[in-house]
């Protein structure tokens, strides 16, 4: 019987060593695995930080550039105005066209 006391000690042994062995490896997976989660905690928060830091800088620049759109809006609108093309075609003498040369125009 002594035998087999020894014979089923050596066979636990060695799965003893095994379960001991993946325990270090499960471990670091799981330290890995938390600095990786506290590493991405802290990037977004930098990050919000930085971002609203910078957000009164933005909202003027877009408020600058919206205005500069409008005021090139109201150019553009002054400067296509069927008045404004009519006195400049009548002070290079041109004459509007008439029904008949728009049909041969046409053709």
Avoid: N
């Avoid at 050596?10 to 062995?21: C, F, G, L, N, S």
């Avoid at 933005?58 to 500069?68: A, G, N």
Wanted: hydrophobic letters at 35%; aromatic letters at 10%; proline letters at 4%.
């Amino acid at each position: 019987m002594q035998i087999s006391d020894q014979h089923s000690a050596r066979i636990t042994k060695p799965e003893e060593t095994k379960t001991r062995k993946g325990f270090p490896l499960v471990y670091t997976l799981l330290v890995l695995s938390f600095c990786t989660f506290a590493g991405s905690i802290w990037f977004s928060s930098y990050a919000k930080k930085v971002a609203l830091q910078h957000q009164p800088v933005y909202e003027r620049q877009k408020h600058r550039i919206q205005d500069e759109i409008y005021r090139l809006e109201l150019e553009e609108s002054t400067l296509t105005s069927v008045q404004r093309i009519r006195k400049i075609a009548a002070e290079l003498g041109m004459v509007e066209p008439t029904e008949a040369s728009q049909i041969i125009w046409d053709k």
